[in-house]
Antibody, heavy 122, light 107 residues
Framework: EVQLVESGGGLVKPGGSLRLSCAASGFTFGDYSMTWVRQAPGKGLEWVSAISSGSSFIFYADSVKGRFTISRDNAKNSLYLQMNSLRAEDTAVYYCARRYYSDSRRDAFDIWGQGTMVTVSS | DIQMTQSPSSLSASVGDRVTITCRAS??????LAWYKQKPGKVPKLLIYGASTLQSGVPSRFSGSGSGTYFTLTISSLQPEDVATYYC?????????FGPGTKVNIK
């Protein structure tokens, strides 16, 4: 079964750090680009960051640039999001999602994890 | 960056009604436009990609169309299980911006 499982969420104080993980199974992880999407309580979806299959290309939303770092370990079938200098407005459910990308094909985000909650509060 | 808007922000319709949601982009782009469905408390699910291609397993009452800056999602006959928030998204290149969502309810 194709599956993504996030972990690492929790309660952190403003200015603190947190590292999210996303474990992939059921597909060839190294063939896929991966992304993080978040959803603040009662709000819509916000794309956060993306990383290409081989980590050559990395993108961030302006709202997290300079504070968040996306990375992956294809040998461990895992995606990460290091979040530093956290703010109250970073409070959200964080989803990882996969996306196939090649020179001839660009897919949408077809598989999503169940999400992990990050709460930034003093 | 391209901004995505959706209308209406919410709607109520009767079972069996035809429902159309509009998604507009601030600039035209290729048809890398997706629609997602999110039921309350659940994970978003891909419905349509490439503006008009149904994801595997999605009921045929869902359809998508459009190009450039104007896209639509249509539910031909609204069912109780379609109660959800629907999001459009551009996925041609980063930033992969989502629309603000349209909440669909049953009247």
């Amino acid at each position: 079964e194709v599956q993504l499982v996030e972990s690492g969420g929790g309660l952190v104080k403003p200015g603190g750090s947190l590292r999210l993980s996303c474990a992939a199974s059921g597909f060839t992880f190294g063939d896929y680009s991966m992304t993080w999407v978040r959803q603040a309580p009662g709000k819509g979806l916000e794309w956060v960051s993306a990383i290409s299959s081989g980590s050559s290309f990395i993108f961030y939303a302006d709202s997290v640039k300079g504070r968040f770092t996306i990375s992956r370990d294809n040998a461990k079938n895992s995606l990460y999001l290091q979040m530093n200098s956290l703010r109250a407005e970073d409070t959200a459910v964080y989803y990882c999602a996969r996306r196939y990308y090649s020179d001839s094909r660009r897919d949408a985000f077809d598989i999503w994890g169940q999400g992990t909650m990050v709460t930034v509060s003093s | 960056d391209i901004q995505m808007t959706q209308s209406p922000s919410s709607l109520s319709a009767s079972v069996g009604d035809r429902v159309t949601i509009t998604c507009r982009a601030s600039q035209g782009f290729s048809n890398y436009l997706a629609w997602y469905k999110q039921k309350p408390g659940k994970v978003p699910k891909l419905l349509i990609y490439g503006a008009s291609t149904l994801q595997s397993g999605v009921p045929s009452r869902f359809s998508g169309s459009g190009s450039g800056t104007y896209f639509t999602l249509t539910i031909s006959s609204l069912q109780p299980e379609d109660v959800a928030t629907y999001y459009c998204q551009k996925y041609d290149s980063a930033p992969f911006t989502f629309g603000p969502g349209t909440k669909v309810n049953i009247k």
